[in-house]
């Protein structure tokens, strides 16, 4: 209730006058588009950033993001620290759920660590990209969209103040810049990990020492980004209207940003749907996957779908349990697992069968495209965006919210609500597979 507050607050105020470039109202659905998009950290737009919202309404829209990015209790817990009041039980176990922490103890001490690690790593981005900006739009125009896009890429928001040349996004003038593209992918990087594994590294500092989630989260990110990095580099090396027209440094570079950005990032340095099929099959793959549980990332999760993959081959194997790191997976939480990677999949075909229903005339795999980046709420899209009728704008709207929110929370919200408990078992039954 705290995000559905969160995105009607800031559609009333994106609908001000004040925050439009004209200086007119713009349409409420519009308003309420951008806030869903920017309260859900995933980056699709109906009007241009840059070009459609005064310096009001992107002050809005990067507050909607950073308060969607730390999350909802994260946020209120600052308020407590201003105020200087002491959490209760309630609040702590609500920002243990907030954060997808399995443990109370030391949980503000945590809290307190990731808002400061927070202030360092858009601090650090903002003041690289500052630098970098200034010769293009001068020290006040350049420190703006420093912050401005520093708190985006960490908070994996999808957001930028560049603007689009034609169908090439505005980020595409900065390919040559190393600075700039790999302070974002660092920032995204550091973003989609997860504010959990942040504390776990920065208090054990030895990968051995690591919990299973960090040590999981951290190499099937790595497995994934270099997977997509050297999978982009050979499909694409031949496409001149993605990285085919590129130098070789460019190239590596455009590859590299393309696989961390589809982990949630939303960013890019060349129009999407110039890629060839099998790269826009991985994208939609990656996108789903998506970041780390109690991240600013999207996505199933990339343990998820880890946990899931070393079940199945643990089960092809005849090994009923799961090992990891010399530690067993409770079985529930690979039924947790599966349940939600059912949950998003099966999110991810409905909406995009209802938007192919409702606007028949659009391309199907272009609708899935869409669909895919708004449940993982990355960003990545075909630019048919502002094409999107109002009932298929709801779809992704809610497809935006529930990526953010969690369909396990609400799934978990509904169980407690009916008090459901097991307290009978029927006799165990085999049947065929």
């Given at each position: 209730?705290?995000?559905?507050?969160?995105?009607?607050?800031?559609?009333?105020?994106?609908?001000?006058?004040?925050?439009?470039?004209?200086g007119e109202a713009v349409?409420?659905?519009?308003?309420?588009?951008?806030?869903?998009?920017?309260?859900?950290?995933?980056?699709?737009?109906?009007?241009?950033?840059?070009?459609?919202?005064?310096?009001?309404?992107?002050?809005?829209?990067?507050?909607?993001?950073?308060?969607?990015?730390?999350?909802?209790?994260?946020?209120?817990?600052?308020?407590?620290?201003?105020?200087?009041?002491?959490?209760?039980?309630?609040?702590?176990?609500?920002?243990?759920?907030?954060?997808?922490?399995?443990?109370?103890?030391?949980?503000?001490?945590?809290?307190?660590?990731?808002?400061?690690?927070?202030?360092?790593?858009?601090?650090?981005?903002?003041?690289?990209?500052?630098?970098?900006?200034?010769?293009?739009?001068?020290?006040?125009?350049?420190?703006?969209?420093?912050?401005?896009?520093?708190?985006?890429?960490?908070?994996?928001?999808?957001?930028?103040?560049?603007?689009?040349?034609?169908?090439?996004?505005?980020?595409?003038?900065?390919?040559?810049?190393?600075?700039?593209?790999?302070?974002?992918?660092?920032?995204?990087?550091?973003?989609?990990?997860?504010?959990?594994?942040?504390?776990?590294?920065?208090?054990?500092?030895?990968?051995?020492?690591?919990?299973?989630?960090?040590?999981?989260?951290?190499?099937?990110?790595?497995?994934?980004?270099?997977?997509?990095?050297?999978?982009?580099?050979?499909?694409?090396?031949?496409?001149?209207?993605?990285?085919?027209?590129?130098?070789?440094?460019?190239?590596?570079?455009?590859?590299?940003?393309?696989?961390?950005?589809?982990?949630?990032?939303?960013?890019?340095?060349?129009?999407?749907?110039?890629?060839?099929?099998?790269?826009?099959?991985?994208?939609?793959?990656?996108?789903?996957?998506?970041?780390?549980?109690?991240?600013?990332?999207?996505?199933?999760?990339?343990?998820?779908?880890?946990?899931?993959?070393?079940?199945?081959?643990?089960?092809?194997?005849?090994?009923?349990?799961?090992?990891?790191?010399?530690?067993?997976?409770?079985?529930?939480?690979?039924?947790?697992?599966?349940?939600?990677?059912?949950?998003?999949?099966?999110?991810?075909?409905?909406?995009?069968?209802?938007?192919?229903?409702?606007?028949?005339?659009?391309?199907?795999?272009?609708?899935?495209?869409?669909?895919?980046?708004a449940i993982a709420t990355?960003?990545?899209?075909?630019?048919?965006?502002?094409?999107?009728?109002?009932?298929?704008?709801?779809?992704?709207m809610l497809l935006m919210?529930?990526?953010?929110?969690?369909?396990?929370?609400?799934?978990?919200?509904?169980?407690?609500?009916?008090?459901?408990?097991?307290?009978?078992?029927?006799?165990?039954?085999?049947?065929?597979?």
């Open positions: 209730m705290g995000f559905v507050a969160l995105v009607v607050l800031g559609a009333l105020l994106l609908k001000l006058p004040i925050s439009s470039q004209g349409p409420f659905l519009t308003a309420l588009f951008t806030s869903t998009s920017a309260v859900c950290i995933t980056g699709l737009t109906v009007v241009d950033t840059a070009q459609a919202w005064s310096t009001f309404g992107k002050v809005v829209i990067l507050c909607l993001i950073q308060i969607g990015g730390l999350g909802f209790m994260a946020i209120t817990t600052i308020f407590f620290f201003i105020m200087n009041r002491k959490i209760g039980l309630s609040g702590r176990l609500m920002i243990v759920k907030s954060l997808n922490l399995n443990d109370i103890q030391g949980v503000i001490g945590l809290v307190r660590r990731v808002l400061l690690g927070t202030l360092l790593f858009e601090g650090f981005g903002a003041i690289i990209l500052w630098l970098r900006f200034v010769p293009e739009f001068g020290y006040a125009g350049g420190l703006a969209r420093g912050v401005f896009h520093s708190v985006s890429a960490l908070c994996n928001a999808g957001f930028n103040l560049l603007g689009d040349m034609g169908t090439v996004p505005g980020m595409a003038r900065y390919i040559d810049d190393t600075a700039v593209m790999i302070t974002l992918a660092v920032l995204v990087f550091v973003g989609g990990i997860g504010f959990f594994v942040w504390d776990d590294v920065f208090r054990k500092r030895s990968f051995r020492r690591l919990h299973v989630h960090s040590k999981l989260a951290l190499i099937i990110s790595m497995i994934l980004i270099l997977t997509g990095w050297v999978f982009f580099y050979f499909t694409e090396r031949s496409n001149p209207y993605t990285i085919g027209a590129m130098t070789q440094s460019e190239a590596v570079l455009a590859s590299l940003f393309q696989s961390v950005m589809t982990r949630s990032g939303g960013l890019s340095v060349f129009d999407q749907v110039s890629l060839v099929g099998i790269s826009r099959m991985l994208t939609i793959l990656l996108m789903l996957i998506g970041g780390s549980a109690g991240s600013t990332a999207g996505g199933i999760k990339n343990v998820t779908v880890g946990l899931v993959m070393i079940s199945a081959v643990n089960s092809l194997r005849g090994k009923a349990n799961i090992s990891v790191f010399r530690r067993t997976i409770p079985p529930s939480q690979v039924i947790s697992a599966v349940s939600i990677m059912t949950a998003v999949l099966a999110s991810w075909l409905l909406g995009t069968v209802v938007i192919a229903f409702v606007q028949p005339a659009l391309p199907f795999g272009e609708v899935l495209f869409e669909t895919a980046s990355c960003g990545l899209s075909f630019g048919i965006t502002s094409e999107l009728v109002p009932a298929s704008q709801a779809v992704i919210f529930f990526g953010r929110i969690g369909i396990m929370t609400l799934g978990m919200a509904s169980l407690f609500k009916r008090g459901i408990s097991e307290k009978t078992k029927h006799p165990d039954e085999w049947v065929m597979m």
